[in-house]
T-cell receptor, first 114, second 111 residues
Framework: DAGVIQSPRHEVTEMGQEVTLRCKPI?????LFWYRQTMMRGLELLIY????????DSGMPEDRFSAKMPNASFSTLKIQPSEPRDSAVYFC????????????FGAGTRLSVL | SQKIEQNSEALNIQEGKTATLTCNYT??????LQWYRQDPGRGPVFLLL?????KEKRKERLKVTFDTTLKQSLFHITASQPADSATYLC??????????FGTGTRLQVFP
């Protein structure tokens, strides 16, 4: 199994540009989570999906952030327009149903907004 | 809201010693608590899970305890090795789909 796959690994963009982060969960996992990690705030949950349906997006910082999961094997997190304070590492994680919420993380996308 | 506290200062220990990391939470006890390891440039990796009604859980050189009276979990690595150097995150779960991660404690094991 390839694990959770995220792309790109690194993204450098200018303020105001649109950024799209991608995630492929582990096959057979039915829940997907997007997190953001910074030194100051640690690992924060942004949004999660069960069976491709968004369940809780209360962690999404503002309307500039949006996430979609069009099918069981793909999700995107979009920031439009991006701002320097969005600079962070963004992780995607997936979980199999009934697995006591044990989550499997991707390697993350390091985003730098200049 | 729930607050999870882990030592923000790095823990430096000598190889062969036992490392003990602390995770404190506020308010009500989680149904279970997980510990993850994170290496630089990588995502967290699950290590151990302990339930509210369990006092202790072991896996090879790892041991986790859960004290609901103290509202605390301790994570021990016995016979520590330089390869154990990483950041360790605790993550309580309160009967929801969500985990709340602490900010992590960085462990450095030196030869």
């Amino acid at each position: 199994d390839a694990g959770v796959i995220q792309s790109p690994r690194h993204e450098v963009t200018e303020m105001g540009q649109e950024v799209t982060l991608r995630c492929k969960p582990i096959s057979g996992h039915n829940s997907l989570f997007w997190y953001r990690q910074t030194m100051m705030r640690g690992l924060e949950l942004l949004i999660y999906f069960n069976n491709n349906v968004p369940i809780d997006d209360s962690g999404m910082p503002e309307d500039r952030f949006s996430a979609k999961m069009p099918n069981a094997s793909f999700s995107t997190l979009k920031i439009q327009p991006s701002e320097p304070r969005d600079s962070a590492v963004y992780f995607c994680a997936s979980r199999r149903e009934g697995a006591k919420n044990i989550q499997y993380f991707g390697a993350g996308t390091r985003l730098s907004v200049l | 809201s729930q607050k999870i506290e882990q030592n923000s200062e790095a823990l430096n220990i000598q190889e062969g010693k036992t490392a003990t990391l602390t995770c404190n939470y506020t308010n009500y006890s989680p149904a279970y608590l997980q510990w993850y390891r994170q290496d630089p440039g990588r995502g967290p990796v699950f290590l151990l899970l302990i339930r509210e009604n369990e006092k202790e859980k072991r896996k090879e050189r790892l041991k986790v305890t859960f004290d609901t009276t103290l509202k605390q979990s301790l994570f021990h690595i016995t016979a520590s090795q330089p390869a154990d150097s990483a950041t360790y995150l605790c993550a309580p779960s309160y009967n929801t789909d969500k985990l709340i991660f602490g900010t992590g404690t960085r462990l450095q094991v030196f030869p």
